[in-house]
């Protein structure tokens, strides 16, 4: 780990005096009262790396909580701004993020909108770096979905998963997705969809599809297709939709709850 940061970081490390003025200035502190990781706090992550980067081992529990840590940021720059020793603690979240991403942890957070400036660096990292970590995230969530196991067979509409169901009712945005009737406009106006030949066989369920599948609570139909990860949240469903549903809201829910389903999983 050491030789793969620059010997400024390492001294940065050596330099940090722990005084926590990063973590009270932080914009996701605050999800440490949700999330019980203490590496989403600013100085706690730079403890953790300390000991990584000196070569003591961590267990692997350890190192996917650091791996959570360094990504649950939203680059706004307050923990630099605010160092009183100077740290570039923006810049070495970034590298220590790519160094643990690299290592074969699933991070799932790679498929959410906390990486939106990961993808604005691309062409920073390696030839395919980049699209490993996004592989290997929705590989995660593939193994957990019987419609991806077993795709070349006949699947079963049985059993239906009633919590799975009633749990999309937790977003006030995404409850009425059961009004779907069908009608097809979200898929007709998606650009992700028009983007391909034979849309199906690479997204696996179309927007309206998926709709339906939500409402009859099959959950590995639902939280199996790549239409999930491949939306460009635009909006256009959600808008042309007849009769109100929220489908982009709708398959936010569902990205979080395939991901929350996968980290009890894995």
Sequence with gaps: ???????????????????????????????FEGIPNINILPSEKVASIKALASGNPLTEQEIRGLQEGVYLCTNCYRCTVVCPVGINLQNLWNRVRELLIQRGIPELSVLSPLSFYRGLMKAEAAQGDYEKPLTQAREAISSQCDLMKKKDEVLHLTPVDEKFKSGL????????????????????????????????????????????????????????????????TCYQCQEQCPRGVPVTDVLYELKNSAIKYTKEKI
Aim: glycine fraction near 6%.
């Design 1 to 31: 780990m050491g030789k793969n940061l620059s010997m400024i970081q390492l001294m940065e490390l050596d330099a940090c005096t722990h005084c926590a003025m990063c973590s009270s200035h932080c914009s996701v502190a605050i999800a």
């Design 169 to 232: 009712d937790l977003s006030s945005q995404a409850k009425n997705f059961s009004i779907c009737f069908g009608c097809q406009t979200c898929t007709t106006v998606c650009p992700v969809v028009r983007h391909y030949e034979n849309p199906q066989e690479v997204l696996g369920l179309l927007p309206h599809q998926i709709m339906h599948a939500a409402g009859l609570g099959l959950k590995d139909l639902a939280i199996g297709s790549n239409m999930l990860w491949d939306c460009l």
